[in-house]
């Protein structure tokens, strides 16, 4: 079965300094996908970056990177110079493709609470 | 900009009432979802639907069911709500396309009492 897996439940990091956030996913797939989100204590979740598993390089938006070790099945989020405004819930997630490849379902970890100390 | 609206932020129901949570999305996705967010158990899927009248269940669709007759509004109903199914409820939809990144609304978190 696929499979999500994140094991910090929280972390904290100072101001400015870099973080890892641990994610590693189980699937017999060859295909996939995987995702970081970010949900704030506002309650939206917002998309911060993804890696398709063909990917030969690592993905970067901005501050944020995407450690991708397809061997060791991991896919660990590293935010560069974290801010205040990085205290959220952080969320990894995997496409599941259906037949046809028509539902691209994502399957989600339990999460990581981040706080950014000043 | 995608917009996914969620009707309801916020909702108190009592045991056994019927509910219905409504979900819009404004750009045309042929994909839409119901997942359930629990603390510690991270976002678990209820149902989703990949066209309009078709639906699939998910992870965990007992005790839900949905609706889908018009393409941009996916309705997720609560036939007898029970304690159990107090929760925050996100909707997304998506295009079946190659990376299928999900667009979220707001939530709605419901409390049965």
């Known amino acids: 079965a696929q499979k999500i897996t994140q094991t910090q439940p929280g972390m904290f990091v100072q101001e400015k300094e870099a973080v890892t956030l641990d994610c590693t996913y189980d699937t017999s797939d060859q295909s996939y996908g995987l995702f970081w989100y970010k949900q704030p204590s506002s309650g939206e979740m917002i998309f911060l970056i993804y890696q398709g598993s063909y990917d030969e390089q690592n993905a970067t938006e901005g501050r944020y990177s995407l450690n991708f070790q397809k061997a060791r099945k991991s896919a660990n989020l590293v935010i560069s110079a974290s801010q205040l405004g990085d205290s959220a819930m952080y969320f990894c997630?995997?496409?599941?493709?259906?037949?046809?490849?028509?539902?691209?379902?994502?399957?989600f970890g339990t999460g990581t609470l981040l706080a950014v100390q000043p | 900009d995608v917009k996914v609206t969620q009707s309801s932020r916020y909702l108190v129901k009592r045991t056994g009432e019927k509910v219905f949570l409504e979900c819009v999305q404004d750009m045309d996705h042929e994909n839409m979802f119901w997942y359930r967010q629990d603390p510690g158990l991270g976002l678990r899927l209820i149902y989703f639907s990949y066209d309009v009248k078709m639906k699939e269940k998910g992870d965990i669709p007992e005790g839900y069911s949905v609706s889908r007759e018009k393409k941009e509004r996916f309705s997720l109903i609560l036939e007898s709500a029970s304690t159990n199914q107090t929760s925050m409820y996100l909707c997304?939809?998506?295009?079946?396309?190659?990376?299928?990144?999900?667009?979220f609304g707001e939530g709605s978190r419901l409390t049965v009492l």
């Open positions: 997304a939809s998506s295009f079946s396309s190659a990376t299928g990144e999900l667009f």
């Open positions: 997630a995997m496409r599941q493709v259906g037949y046809g490849g028509a539902t691209n379902k994502l399957i």
